[in-house]
């Protein structure tokens, strides 16, 4: 009887284990396809059966793809906008978090909750008479429409995701702090963000994707090219070079590899940032 | 302390509230104020009453064809992708080793950034010389024209937003392991088997977590820009016309700011709508411990 359990345990196990990899050959295909295409020249990325090892192996597609368009302009323009937005999140989604946690007054709830509501607003329902806005304002292919908003509350994802961190330290610590005399300002610099830094960080980490993702702010307010984001130029790069997807490929790896050497950077907090989110839906 | 923490608190949330004020409550009614105009990007602004909406109900058939196609991908995309992190978070919660490596390799596709996404998407799709195309040639199927064909596009862009549910898998699995382990035990103790446990310990345990992923899933993929932007040009066929990408062409590249704001009240209530029904249906099927709330 012991035996046959432990032989069904083992089976399960079995079982498990082939799914779990051919699932995960099937989620790194994509990956293999997109590295392996880059490193082929032309000729090779056209064969049929397709080939998985390129011969030779051109990592020109590299240089050559980098250098056909300004790719170091848009690079710095989107590390110029990062620097404003992670900026303006960290410093008033962390005061707006602190306001909606550890202090205490009137409506407090009431307002937040109705802030969050912002969450179920999509972005294009917004955007036209924010573009309006911008355009009377002249901040049309300038980085401001895409910075200034992140100084107003950073939104209300990352300030939930810093409220629900908050949430679990204990208050004594506050309490403790105001007996020896300190402002709430005070609290919050010396007692909250020195024991909040893996929820600050995931959110420093979020607000990285974000703005590397973003797609149609960019396509909607700046038009220069010489203002352009990698997303942006990289999408115009799609138009220029179609069939060219040596390029293409490799275009690509070099916009993927941030954030995936961000992630393994930051798992550990990634990781528990995202268990936090899900805590209460 | 009272009157202390009643100004700071205020101060200090100030940006959130101007933030709501600014970016979101007023731009949402000037959107539904330039709904009833015709404004040009270039032009001046008239008011034009309910014109807009009425050609939006009546004479604009690629508008009613968006907004289908945008359920069609916003529903199966959801459910394809919370299915295969429901069960891939299960597998991944069995005590596996290596549960690092395996996490990782099924979150990396989400967070790969939309557009490079997009391109590598293209390329795996290429009818003539794509990976896909040749993975079915090699068990025996025949090819599929994906993207590039009416019928197939929307569930193409399912099975590539599959991908990326790495992002839904994490929060299942975080809410599988948060199940205390004493309630299996019990069930276990009452004789129950395998079936037992996963009906009336794993699934009522996961209920919020699941309404969680459904109400951000449909929120997200009704947002889809992406896809159409850079890989169908809403096509064939207006066959991935998703409703965002369609009020981008009618503020963008037509611009007609008046109408794509009235479509774009249109859809502000279509979410409206569906999170009500979502959060007034969730009290009979989302399990609170200590009781039902909401």
Known sequence: ?281 | MRKLELKWGIILALPAILGFLIWNLGPMIAAFVIGFTDWSIAGTPNFVGLANYKEIFFEDFIAKKSIFVTFYFAIGSVVVSMITAFLTALLLNQKVRALPLFRTIFFLPSIVPAIANAVVWLWLFNPDFGLLNYILEVFGLSKLQWIYDEHQVIPSLILMSAWGMGYTMMIFLAGLQGIPQQLYEAVAIDGGNWWHKFRHVTIPMMTPTIFFNLVMGLISSFQAFAQPFLMTEGGPNYASMFYCYYIYKNAFDYGRMGYASALSTILFLIILVLTFLIFKTSSYWVYYEGGRSR
């Open chain 1, 1 to 281: 009887m012991k035996v046959i359990r432990s032989k069904m345990k083992t089976i399960k196990k079995i079982i498990i284990y082939l799914i779990l990899i051919s699932a995960s050959i099937s989620f790194l295909l994509p990956f293999a396809w997109l590295i392996r295409s880059s490193f082929m020249d032309i000729g090779q990325i056209f064969t049929l059966p397709p080939e998985w090892i390129p011969r030779p192996f051109y990592w020109q597609n590299y240089p050559e793809a980098l250098t056909s368009v300004p790719f170091g302009r848009y690079t710095l323009n989107t590390l110029t906008i990062l620097f404003f937005v992670e900026a303006g999140v960290l410093i008033t989604a962390t005061m707006s978090a602190f306001a909606f946690s550890r202090l205490r007054w009137k409506g407090r709830d009431k307002i937040f909750s109705i802030l969050l509501t912002s969450l179920m607003v999509p972005y294009v329902v917004t955007l036209i008479p924010t573009f309006l806005l911008w355009k009377a304002l002249k901040g049309i292919d300038t980085f401001l429409p895409l910075t200034v908003p992140a100084w107003f509350g950073g939104g209300m994802f990352n300030v939930f995701l810093l409220r629900q961190f908050f949430l679990t330290i204990p208050y004594e610590l506050d309490e403790a702090a105001y007996l020896d005399g300190a402002t709430p300002l005070q609290v919050l610099w010396k007692v909250i963000i020195p024991l909040s830094k893996p929820a600050i960080l995931t959110v420093a980490i979020f607000t990285f994707m974000s703005v590397w993702n973003d797609l149609l702010g960019p396509i909607v307010y700046l038009n220069d090219p010489d203002k352009y984001t990698l997303a942006v130029g990289l999408s115009t790069f799609v138009g220029m070079y179609t069939g060219q997807w040596n390029y293409l490929m490799a275009a690509s790896t070099v916009m993927i590899l941030p954030p995936i050497i961000l992630f393994f950077i930051g798992q550990r907090f990634f990781v528990q940032g995202i268990t936090l989110t899900g805590l209460k839906g």
